[in-house]
């Protein structure tokens, strides 16, 4: 994809790490990307690729997921 195609806060399919990252930058010719708030990386603009509809279901269950889980951690901690 080329860089102006590309809009912060969308979710698009990285082909070299091939999983779906979230868009919230531009840097040049590279994109900053992030994963369910992991470390943000920057990747080249050709490497991404529009997401499916069933790639974002994925990203977004897995996110909900992960979520669920870290409320769990931090109730079991109260106690």
């Known amino acids: ?22 868009a919230i930058g531009r840097v040049g010719r590279r994109i900053m990307t992030m994963v369910h708030d992991q470390d943000t990386k920057l990747v080249k603009s050709d490497n991404f690729r ?3 509809q069933l790639q974002v279901d994925n990203y977004l269950t897995n996110k909900s997921t992960l979520k669920n889980a870290l409320k769990r951690v931090a109730t079991l901690k109260l106690f």
């Open 50 to 52: 529009r997401a499916s």
């Open 1 to 22: 994809m080329k860089t102006r195609e590309i809009r912060n806060g969308c979710l698009y399919y990285n082909t070299l790490t091939k999983r779906v990252e979230r």
